[in-house]
């Protein structure tokens, strides 16, 4: 079982809906990311909170817009998305302080994902 | 060509044997990770090193920073290991980004 919980497990939705993919974690981490993955490939870095503040875009569309509400809670709201956008969107969490010289280092925990299927 | 390099891309196993993944990068690295995913989706973090080998169970990681060489060892393997494995690595001062390699695909028989 991961330690990391995310909401829904499946997702479709149509490109004018709006929803929103959850994650929670409680082992007190303070550094939290979105991974996108087509299947395949490997995971793409989306975003990472770090003490619920975001410290990486990774040049993502605005279409993707993450929230962290609190340091166990990390949302990723959708709005008009394309049928491109269908992957599987991972959370991960993981703890140390970030910033461009961190050298601190720790494993990732992943969550199961959440299927995304935009039709 | 990928900063980080695993072989084979996939790889089919009968239950029981000795099986070994390689991960071999490019660049300078504090820290390379080994992650397993299940068809499923979820992904398992396995192994973080810097230096040396671990070992968890039937498995061992080892990793030589000279030769920017990582291998990953399953022990006695069994079909319930059948996932993609994946090394990535971490660079100094890129905060929390990894580089993943492209996954080796894992398939133990019985």
């Known amino acids: 079982d991961t330690e990391v919980t995310q909401t829904p497990k499946h997702l479709v939705m149509g490109m004018t809906n709006k929803k929103s993919l959850k994650c929670e974690q409680h082992?007190?981490?303070?550094?939290m990311y979105w991974y996108k993955q087509k299947a395949k490939k490997p995971p793409e870095l989306m975003f990472v909170?770090?003490?619920?503040?975001?410290?990486i875009n990774e040049s993502v569309p605005s279409r993707f817009s993450p929230e962290c509400p609190n340091s166990s809670l990390l949302n990723l709201h959708l709005h008009a998305l394309q049928p491109e956008d269908s992957a599987l969107y991972l959370c991960?969490?993981?703890?140390?302080?970030?910033?461009?010289?961190?050298?601190?280092?720790?494993?990732?925990?992943f969550g199961n994902g959440t299927r995304l299927t935009v039709t | 060509k990928n900063e980080v390099e695993q072989s084979p891309q996939n790889l089919t196993a009968q239950e029981g044997e000795f099986i070994t993944i390689n991960c071999s990068y490019s660049?300078?690295?504090?820290?390379l990770h080994w992650l397993q995913q299940h068809p499923g989706g979820g992904i398992v973090s396995l192994f973080m090193?810097?230096?040396g080998k671990k070992k968890h169970g039937r498995l061992i990681a080892t990793i030589n920073i000279q030769e920017k060489h990582s291998s990953l060892h399953i022990t006695a393997s069994h079909p319930r290991d059948s996932a993609v494995y994946i090394c990535?690595?971490?660079?100094?001062?890129?905060?929390?980004?990894?580089?993943f390699g492209t996954g080796t695909r894992l398939q133990v028989t019985l």
């Open positions: 991960a969490s993981s703890q140390g302080a970030l910033g461009p010289s961190a050298v601190y280092n720790s494993p990732l925990h």
């Open positions: 660049v300078g690295i504090s820290a």
């Open positions: 082992m007190g981490h303070r550094a």
């Open positions: 990535a690595v971490k660079r100094p001062g890129t905060a929390s980004k990894l580089t």
């Open positions: 090193l810097s230096s």
């Open positions: 909170y770090s003490y619920e503040k975001l410290s």
